[in-house]
């Protein structure tokens, strides 16, 4: 059984429109027990799809296809996953969709995780407030609260942070840490009891059934794979780009069709742009994933 999993981290401020901040996508091999975790810059140069194919909006960055999609009926994590099929060319079975208090609340939840906090982080906490009101979080191994592992997972400007990149980093590990707690809950009610706790924060297409049954694959998962896109700068057209290591993207897409079990060269060519469109993978089209799935448990502007 495999499939394939993706995490969004919404935010939403005031008079703007929402947007992905935290973008990974982790396909799931229950045979093997592995898990391959890929973190996305929020600024990666994709052509934006709709579920129905390509956008009117172009080639934008990835973490605008959630506004464009909230201002088409509200359809921010649709856009975003025919997006991301679009631009790995294999199907996304499920999503999880949370913003900045249902992160808050499942960490807390866990009773906290333990993080390495690689440098000193200086983080305006989840109200946006800085100065006496920010989260400052010093280097080293330490448990971490719902709103101190927010500020070390948002980072990515203070000396040392590494940017987006090491703010990709530290979410998927974070990912990990939280896997694993869930993993270890004593009991499927105070999991329960967790994902009830989540309320309008949480968006998602899994059951609550499904939801449960995640516990399971976390108690037994044996490895866990992490990797960053790959790409360069690009500022040619005037707007800052991150565009993506094209040799790279089409070794990556074998490497996560065969995960799920597919056929290793991908139906279209695995070697074209990230910034054309082919649907022939995704769900858009109707070919969907050929797994069986997770079972059920009984018990910033677009403009910018």
Do not use: C
């Amino acid at each position: 059984m495999t499939f394939q999993f993706y995490l969004l981290g919404s935010i939403k401020r005031k008079n703007e429109p929402s947007r992905s901040d935290a973008l990974v996508l982790a396909t799931f091999n229950h045979e093997t027990s592995k898990v391959h975790m890929v973190s996305i810059p929020r600024d990666s140069k994709v052509q934006i799809m709709t579920p129905d194919g390509p956008s009117s909006y172009g080639i934008s960055k990835i973490t605008h296809a959630h506004a464009y999609g909230d201002a088409n009926n509200n359809e921010g994590a649709d856009y975003t996953i025919a997006t991301v099929e679009n631009l790995f060319k294999v199907p996304v079975d499920y999503y999880v969709q949370v913003d900045f208090n249902a992160f808050i609340k499942i960490i807390n939840a866990l009773g906290g995780v333990e993080m390495d906090v690689p440098v000193k982080l200086v983080t305006q906490n989840s109200e946006d407030k800085k100065g006496k009101d920010a989260i400052v979080l010093e280097p080293g191994k330490q448990e971490l609260n719902g709103e101190q592992a927010l500020a070390l997972v948002r980072n990515r400007k203070s000396p040392g942070a590494g940017g987006d990149f090491g703010r990709g980093k530290r979410q998927m590990q974070m990912i990990e840490a939280i896997v694993k707690k869930s993993g270890q809950l004593s009991s499927a009610t105070k999991y329960s009891k967790m994902i009830d706790s989540l309320d309008h924060n949480f968006e998602t297409n899994l059951t609550f059934g499904q939801l449960l049954n995640l516990r399971h694959y976390a108690g037994s998962l044996s490895s866990i794979k992490m990797e960053q896109l790959k790409g360069f700068d690009d500022s040619s057209t005037g707007t800052y780009y991150f565009a993506l290591d094209e040799n790279y993207l089409a070794t990556l897409r074998n490497e996560l069709r065969a995960q799920l079990n597919y056929q290793t060269t991908a139906t279209s060519d695995p070697t074209e742009s990230s910034t054309n469109t082919d649907t022939t993978n995704n769900h858009a089209a109707g070919t969907g994933s050929s797994n069986e799935g997770l079972a059920t448990d009984s018990t910033e502007s677009p403009n910018n």
